[in-house]
């Protein structure tokens, strides 16, 4: 539900930051005789270097762009994550629940569900309106259908304690937890 790819990022990340490696390692090389001398058998730096002014504008060109793209890209990325709930105003007043409140509502309704292992709710901002995502992770062999209609009736009684219908995305999941935890089934 956020804007952008998780390993994309990871990957942007990874590669200005080894830009960044190589590129304070030459300064260094050329400043710091230590790293000169550290650099020497592996990479051979010119001692000097005359660069003309023009270059230079051009790579100061070339890093104010670089510096620009980054922060667009930082600041258009992510969006998401909020611990807003729902938010009213009306006049001067304005009255804001947290997620914590819809956490609470949906813990309690799912509690007596016994092929629930556990559950969480995250709220985000989804094209300027708030919607939740609640993730039911399901007891392996457990039955889908009821669990659907337990978060169902959690997601109604939400939205009666709210007074308005929220938005939501229900993930139901199924991994090592619900491997692990104990059926409470007979068998």
């Known amino acids: 539900m956020t804007k952008s790819n998780r390993t994309l990022n990871r990957i942007i990340l990874l590669v200005l930051g080894l830009v960044a490696v190589v590129v304070g390692v030459v300064i260094g090389a050329g400043v710091l005789p230590a790293v000169r001398d550290a650099t020497s058998s592996y990479v051979d730096l010119p001692r000097s270097l005359d660069v003309p002014a023009s270059s230079l504008w051009i790579v100061a060109g070339a890093c104010a762009v670089v510096i620009v793209l980054a922060l667009v890209w930082v600041f258009t990325r992510g969006g998401g994550g909020t611990s807003v709930a729902v938010r ?10 947290n997620v914590a409140l819809v956490r609470d509502v949906v813990d309690h309704e799912l509690s007596g569900v016994r092929d629930v292992v556990g559950s969480r709710v995250d709220t985000y901002i989804v094209r300027r309106q ?3 995502r609640i993730r039911v992770a399901v007891r392996r062999g457990g039955d889908a259908v009821t669990v659907l209609d337990a978060v169902d009736r959690a997601v109604a009684v939400l939205d009666r304690t709210l007074g308005r219908q929220v938005p939501v995305l229900v993930h139901l999941t199924g ?4 491997a692990l935890a104990k059926s409470t089934r007979v068998r």
């Open 175 to 178: 991994g090592t937890r619900s």
């Open 130 to 132: 708030r919607a939740a």
């Open 88 to 97: 009213e105003r009306s006049g001067d007043d304005a009255v804001t629940v």
